[in-house]
């Protein structure tokens, strides 16, 4: 992976159709201390609707996320957006449509009867709370003393275990997510599939900067025409070594910003 500047990366998507995939916190915008702090920049949402208005160019464009489609989609303001929700594990389709995965019934009953237990253990430690996001769980641990973090960890490990899910360390939180259930890699590879990303010629991006995103940045590994990118530092939990499997890297969010903006602008 090397640091990339946005119009290096602008000069690489230049195919049609041209498939935009992104995180939202943390990509789009700054990761801050309460999940309802945070807002998509108008910058942004420029770009993305004139983006999505580009019919020459094919222009198809997904969030994959870990907030719930209900959530991302009150903070995206963007109209008929597809949104893949809980790291995969929900779609909303440009249509309004909302889909969960096959085998939702017994994965969710799992995640469901794990809820008491991790909510006792965020009441054992100052500084956590549980995020109950109907698909997937998020422990927060941001304001946590850290030096109690390995047995905030381990006790969520045992919950995890004893219920057959399982954990994503991200940035101050641990997911919980179902065992069998959807990834933003399926995510990813299902949007590209569905919007002709394995046509000739077609450019595909896909923009992230946590743990989860990993399974997407793998995903797109060898298919043609993708660009994938880590915003922010290396995630500490992600691939081996603390690397990414992401092609290239950016700064921050303002990157993505730049990036956004100079695919947006007329050619000239």
Not at 149 to 159: K, M, N, Q, T
Not at 192 to 201: I, L, P, Q, T
Request: net charge negative; charged share 25%.
């Amino acid at each position: 992976m090397k640091s990339t500047s946005p119009g290096d990366i602008a000069r690489l998507l230049t195919g049609t159709p041209l498939i935009i995939m992104l995180d939202i916190d943390g990509t789009l915008c700054d990761i801050v201390e309460r999940a309802d702090d945070a807002h998509v920049p108008s910058v942004v949402q420029d770009a993305l609707r004139a983006l999505s208005g580009d019919a020459a160019r094919d222009v198809r464009i997904a969030f994959v996320t870990g907030r719930s489609v209900a959530d991302a989609s009150c903070m995206l303001g963007i109209e008929s957006a597809t949104i893949y929700g809980n790291h995969g594990m929900e779609r909303l389709s440009a249509t309004g449509e909302i889909r969960l995965p096959d085998g939702w019934e017994r994965d969710g009953a799992r995640l469901r009867a794990a809820v008491p237990e991790f909510s006792r253990l965020v009441e054992m430690f100052s500084g956590t709370s549980l995020e109950d996001k109907q698909f997937s769980l998020t422990l927060h641990h941001r304001a946590m003393d850290a030096a109690l973090l390995p047995r905030f960890d381990a006790g969520a490990g045992e919950i995890a275990r004893r219920h057959d899910l399982r954990l994503a360390h991200g940035k101050c939180v641990i997911n919980v997510l179902t065992s069998s259930g959807r990834t933003k890699g399926d995510a990813v590879l299902e949007f590209v599939r569905d919007s002709g990303g394995d046509a000739a010629g077609a450019s595909i991006l896909f923009a992230g900067d946590d743990v989860t995103d990993e399974d997407a940045f793998r995903a797109l590994r060898n298919l043609a025409g993708a660009v994938t990118v880590h915003v922010g530092a290396e995630p500490a939990g992600g691939a081996a070594a603390g690397r990414t499997c992401a092609q290239f890297s950016v700064g921050g969010p303002s990157d993505v910003h730049d990036l956004l903006s100079l695919m947006a602008a007329p050619s000239s």
